[in-house]
């Protein structure tokens, strides 16, 4: 008998491990530190379509390339610090300094990955329908924009190791398929590249750049934001709701924003009310996002606004070093 009761016992104790690692494996899916699973990219419905359009606004659509290197055949063990095509100068969108973009990509590394150092070589498949899921803004294999950093890359260094992988990066994207088994031995090619070699970094910084960080610029530079701080929140708004008309989208939590403040800091509204409002518009968004299927993690990511409103309250307009950050989800200072 008492050999059954120590049976029993252990068994209880096996299931109890088992339980507390299944609960584990699924709050690290769905935590903070997943970056596609709370990230959106693409607004638009047809895979197809919008690949044609991420690939224009980066600039290597085929026969529009801007590049002039691509038959330069370049081994990447030589490669240098790549020349980026051409993008808007500060002062057409109101840039922020070097040092205030830094702390904004690190807010947004921070949100995405749990760190505020760049994860250029971070690649995993989060199995979130996305497929892999990698490097700096969380670029994804279904969404197209991973595919676009790999070609643009390749335009100027086309004896990579990535190389071979471009046509069925291609195929995922343009159906935006999250199935990767096409894709063996690409994840640790990904962060070979990544690691060894600085113009897949720039390559990555160009992609992030005129996808998202421009098109916030514009975006801030339309309604009125001029501080730092607003430019950054857009900044880290796009990468994850996308720039689009759905309802989830910025410019939807932009008008709503506006329209609860009858106006927005263009029509002389006062930027700090506004910006507060959009904050509070936005986590409301993360939710009870009107696309049901992102809820379960979109609500997970409600710590990212209020980070912005923490610093908001604090007065830090100008996004100026060191940034202490102590909330619910985060306790981490950004110099």
């Known amino acids: 008998m008492k050999k059954y009761y120590i049976y029993i016992f252990i068994v209880t104790l096996i299931l109890f491990a ?4 299944i609960f584990i494996v699924v709050s690290n899916k769905n935590g903070r530190s997943s970056k596609s699973s709370v990230t959106t990219h693409s607004s ?8 044609v359009n991420i690939e224009r606004q980066v600039g290597v659509l085929d026969d529009t390339t801007a590049s002039t290197t691509a038959s330069a055949k370049i081994p990447e063990s030589s490669a240098p610090i790549s020349t980026p095509t051409p993008s808007p100068t500060p002062d057409e969108l109101n840039s922020l300094t070097p040092e205030q973009k830094l702390r904004a990509d690190q807010l947004t590394s921070l949100f995405e990955n749990g760190k505020t150092d760049i994860q250029y070589d ?17 670029f994804t294999t279904a969404d197209g924009d991973l595919y676009v950093v790999v070609k643009l890359y390749l335009t100027r260094f086309t004896e990579s190791r990535l190389a071979k992988y471009l046509p069925t990066l ?27 070699n600085v ?11 005129k996808l998202y960080y421009f098109p916030a610029l514009k975006l801030a530079q339309d ?60 986590k409301a968004d993360l939710k009870n996002p ?30 100026t070093g060191p940034i202490k950050i102590k909330t619910k989800e985060y306790d981490v200072t950004i110099n």
């Open 18 to 21: 088992v339980g507390i690692g």
């Open 44 to 51: 638009e419905t047809d895979p197809a379509k919008n690949l």
């Open 122 to 138: 971070y690649i995993e498949n989060l199995d979130d329908g996305r497929g892999y899921t990698a490097g700096k803004a969380g």
């Open 170 to 196: 291609k195929d995922l994207a343009e159906k935006g398929s999250s199935k990767v088994s096409k894709l063996k031995g690409f994840a640790d090619d990904w962060k070979k590249t990544a690691d060894e």
């Open 199 to 209: 113009a897949f970094r720039d390559a990555q910084d160009e992609v992030t750049d």
């Open 223 to 282: 309604n009125g934001v001029v501080s730092a701080l607003g430019r950054a929140f857009f900044y880290d708004t796009i990468i994850q709701h996308g720039e689009g008309d759905d309802p989830d989208s910025i410019g939807a939590l932009i008008d709503k924003t506006s329209k609860n403040m009858h106006g927005s800091p263009k029509d002389g509204v006062d930027e700090s009310k506004w910006l507060t409002e959009m904050i509070n518009v936005r």
């Open 290 to 319: 009107d696309d049901s299927s992102t809820q379960d993690v979109w609500k997970q990511s409600t710590g990212r606004c209020d980070v912005f409103m923490a610093i908001l309250k604090d007065g830090n307009m100008d996004l």
